[in-house]
Nanobody
């Protein structure tokens, strides 16, 4: 089981930016495809962004495309989600997820390692 720890959430105003980080001590981190999901109150968890284990291929939900950027730093064993132009509808708990050598899927069931989540609240 890969231990993942998210940080960087907070309360911001619409239009602001936040950077979420997810770190691990996993020795083979470079072999993990990483993703961010989010869950708003009363809603199901939804895909936000993913990045292939090789770092070259990214995928985004339509709702965040052009505003969010996912990146992976194998040396620091960290995946980052840069969130710009935040909207109130981005309010959710954001979760980091990992899968070993998998494709960058938007399906929650494809990931078997999850962090505890970090709260992002965007006020209007």
């Amino acid at each position: 089981q890969v231990q993942l720890a998210e940080s960087g959430g907070g309360l911001v105003q619409a239009g602001d930016s936040l950077r979420l980080s997810c770190v691990t001590s996993e020795r083979t981190f470079s072999s993990y495809t990483m993703a961010w999901f989010r869950q708003a109150p009363g809603e199901e968890r939804e895909f936000v962004a993913s990045i292939m284990w090789s770092g070259g291929i990214t995928n985004y939900a339509d709702s965040v495309k052009g505003r969010f950027t996912i990146s992976k730093d194998n040396a620091q064993k960290k995946v980052t989600l840069q969130m710009n132009s935040l909207k109130p509808e981005d309010t959710a708990v954001y979760y980091c997820a990992a899968r070993f050598l998998g494709v960058a899927s938007d399906e929650e069931s494809r990931y078997n390692n999850w962090g505890q989540g970090t709260q992002v609240t965007v006020s209007s």
